[in-house]
């Protein structure tokens, strides 16, 4: 699949819900909702913004895996 993000190739798996779980060379690890993945069928990511914040997200919670969900989407 392509990166959500930059689009580039990237790894996805499958997860509960209707998320997935994202594996980027270029954005790292990020888990993507259900939810917020129908949104993407009309919506773009605000990608600078977004990398920004997954970046922030990882620092502060000290995982590899970031989220981006309803609370945590940047639209462009
Ligand atoms: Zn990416």
């Not at 060379?25 to 259900?34: A, F, K, L, P, T």
């Not at 129908?38 to 989220?67: I, P």
């Amino acid at each position: 699949m392509k990166c959500y993000l930059c689009g580039l190739d990237a790894k996805k798996t499958d997860e509960a819900h209707g998320g997935q779980l994202v594996d980027c060379s270029d954005c790292g690890i990020y888990r993507v909702s259900g939810l917020v993945l129908k949104e993407l069928g009309a919506k773009r990511f605000d990608f600078s913004q977004m990398r920004d914040d997954l970046h922030r997200q990882r620092q502060f919670n000290a995982t590899l895996v970031a989220e981006i969900n309803t609370e945590t989407a940047i639209w462009a």
